[in-house]
């Protein structure tokens, strides 16, 4: 599987247009190549791609317009600053594949209307393109959330029929996790137990046997619970019935552990003082006082990457702000403490 771009810099022609221009840029792949693309890699694959759309250009309003862009940017092709092509591959037999983050952090601006371009490199071989929108059926979470594609997907079936907006109104939107994340919860029940967080998608296989909180080693302990602080922002905010739900369902299913009092997990001793860049709060709710712990928040800021730290520090922001509104007895507020993990990860990251 692969991704690559191109890009046009002249006027916009009309979308027939350029669909002319891809299906020629199709036939003329399937002439040269099909019989070839068994063996093709991916990078070779995007090579094909923008030369076969360039020749197809000639004498065109895409000609010398045509250029890759590389993998780091979406979409792999873009013409005329307007229309965009993701290049993309699979090995199985089939026209599914897991695309691009729902994030779209790295598209090109300007452009507004994008195509698939799909290579299937397993017998029998075979290349198309089709809208963009209209190939993605479901989000995929492996280190973050990602579009899943079908091109065979049939018309009405798309990801947004199912959540009742466009693609253009989801990917414009100020935080697009937003209604995916609402999408998630009602597709699969407990689906926030496992989101974009994790280190790098990774799975952790539970052991065998249960095991209780109180036998952990320390260092375990606060392992579990650093994870646990990133995965579920809400035990930073005030008490309710439900408040620790999610993390005892996670901890039995990823970990087999059984813990008797979770409350005691987070805030053990109630309230303590908190020293943030040399200012002493005092009277802080326990739970508070693992962000100024080294060893937790460096584990927090590896567990939350990019995007996802910027979505996790806005539900912290507001449990935090609830929790603290409620208590009387300290000066500590959710902007000193967004203002500390943003300048910390700032110095640890540059981000």
């Known amino acids: 599987m692969f991704t690559n771009f191109i890009i046009s810099t002249n006027g916009k022609p009309t979308p027939v247009e350029f669909e002319s221009l891809l299906q020629h840029t199709v036939e003329s792949i399937s002439d040269e190549y099909e019989r070839n693309l ?16 360039r020749k197809a250009a000639k004498k065109t309003p895409f000609e010398g317009t045509i250029k890759l862009i590389g993998k780091l940017s979406f979409p792999d092709i873009v013409a005329k600053e307007y229309y965009g092509v993701e290049v993309k591959t699979s090995q199985g037999n089939n026209w599914q594949v897991i695309g691009n983050s729902v994030l779209e952090s790295n598209r090109i601006p300007g452009v507004e209307r994008i195509y698939l ?5 397993k017998p029998p071989c075979a290349v ?101 602080l990133a995965n579920f922002p809400e035990v930073f905010g005030p008490s309710s019935p439900s408040k620790y739900e999610k993390v005892a369902a996670f901890l039995v299913k990823e970990y087999a552990i059984v813990c008797s009092s979770l409350r005691d997990m987070f805030t053990a001793g109630g309230k303590a003082d908190l020293n943030l860049d040399g200012k002493c709060f005092q009277k802080v709710p326990k739970v508070f006082t693992w962000l100024d712990d080294s060893e937790t928040l460096l584990g927090l800021f590896e567990q939350l990457e990019g995007d996802a730290f910027r979505h996790w520090l806005r539900e912290f922001k507001k449990e935090a ?31």
């Open 38 to 53: 068994e063996n093709i890699s991916s990078q070779a694959f995007e090579v094909v791609v923008e030369e076969e759309m």
């Open 117 to 121: 371009f799909f290579g299937k490199t």
């Open 128 to 228: 198309r393109y089709r809208r963009y929108e209209e190939c993605i059926y479901d989000v995929k979470v492996t280190h973050s959330p990602r579009y899943a594609i079908d091109m065979d997907l049939e018309p009405g079936k798309t990801l947004f029929d199912e959540m009742g907006i466009s693609y253009d109104a989801l990917r414009e939107s100020e935080d697009p996790f937003v209604p995916i994340l609402d999408y998630m919860r009602r597709k699969v029940p407990h689906a926030e137990e496992k989101w974009w967080f994790g280190k790098k998608g990774e799975e952790i296989a539970a052991p065998l046997t249960m095991r209780f909180w109180s036998e952990l080693k320390e260092k375990e302990k606060k392992n579990i619970r650093t994870i646990c």
């Open 321 to 351: 702000e609830y929790h603290l509104n409620r208590k009387e007895d300290t000066t500590l507020t959710a902007d000193d403490l967004v203002l500390y993990l943003s300048s910390r990860r700032i110095e640890r990251f540059g981000e």
